[in-house]
């Protein structure tokens, strides 16, 4: 057993000495990745805690905000017109319960005039624009703010309609793909392999395999961004649906496993931004810096904005 270990150990050492020197200095084995934008400041749902979310209200109150980044959601109606909401299902948003799959554009209900905040429990938004936006219509008021969007389901051609809108308002340097599913996204980029994309869930379990394994200097990485949950907030400000995400223990677990600082300044290094979301509280916001997020979303823009002006004044 000794002769083993004495076998093992050396060759062990010497492996963990490098992957730790690599994972602080990854530019000796890859070029860092450049993109068109860099934000420290993105709006979730367009600063959905300020005014209605997803609606151009919204995002035009977090563009004079400050804010670098809008995220949103995509949907298709039944007639093909690419509208920004987060459900599919509009019961939440809107009180009616219909899909945007079986309305044509428009039949689709507006927005109720108070709507809650899903990452702030006991707080809503309210405001003068109830109408649920066309992406197009996006595109063509910020034609340079980057926009992260996610697809959450499995519709070629609301992908390509995506892609088609993108190219056409030459925004493909500073638009985002984004999806927890793996499958979804790898058909997004196969329709459009030059937009930038984040980590899908599956490829975010890998990236951490490969962290604590040691590989992860070794291996490249496509994607631009990693989007993630400040996992502090889960059951403080985001009361999740699934029973599991309730149990302190669960959310202790992902916390002490995913927000490891030493991870975030390599992809950094690596010219991978990382968001961290929903963070609502000047107290997430913080915590998010300090762990070494480039970026924090936020459904608050103008108290993020408040935030950065006042930290950057003390340095």
């Known amino acids: ?94 009180g009616h319960d219909v899909t945007l799959s079986s309305l044509n554009l428009k039949d689709v209900p507006q927005y109720k005039e108070t709507l809650d905040v899903t990452f702030y429990a006991g707080h809503c938004s309210t405001g003068t624009d109830r109408t649920i936006a066309l992406l197009e219509d996006v595109f063509k008021k910020f034609p340079k703010i980057p926009i992260s969007i996610e697809i959450k389901e499995d519709n070629h051609q609301l992908m390509q309609e995506v892609s088609n809108m993108v190219k056409r ?30 980590f899908s869930k599956k490829r975010g379990i890998l990236l951490l395999l490969l962290f604590y394994t040691g590989l ?28 599991i995400m309730t149990k302190s223990l669960i959310v202790y677990l992902i916390d002490k496993i995913t927000m490891k600082k030493s991870l975030f300044k390599h992809l950094a290094a690596r010219g991978i931004q990382v968001h961290l979301f929903v963070c609502n509280k000047d107290e997430d916001i913080k915590t998010a810096f300090e762990l070494g997020a480039t970026g924090v979303m936020t459904d608050y823009p103008t108290l993020l904005t408040s935030y950065i002006r006042r930290h950057r004044s003390q340095n």
């Open 216 to 243: 992860l200097p070794f291996v490249p990485l496509g994607e631009s961004l990693l989007q993630f949950y400040l996992p502090r907030i889960i059951n403080r400000t985001y009361i999740p649906e699934q029973s």
């Open 1 to 94: 057993m000794s002769v083993l270990l004495c076998l093992v150990a050396p060759p062990l050492g010497l492996y963990a000495l490098i992957t730790k020197y690599l994972l602080k200095n990854p530019h000796y084995l890859h070029r860092k990745k450049q993109t068109a934008f860099y934000c420290t400041h993105i709006s979730h749902r367009g600063g959905s805690g300020e005014r209605i979310e997803s609606t151009i209200e919204a995002f035009t109150n977090a563009v004079e905000q400050g804010t670098e980044m809008l995220e949103m959601d995509c949907h298709l109606t039944n007639d093909g017109y690419v509208v920004v909401s987060h459900d599919e299902n509009l019961l939440r948003q809107t």
């Open 169 to 198: 308002y030459d925004r493909e340097a500073i638009t985002v793909w984004a999806s927890e599913s793996s499958t979804i996204m790898k058909k997004c980029r196969s329709i459009n392999s030059s937009m930038p994309y984040s």
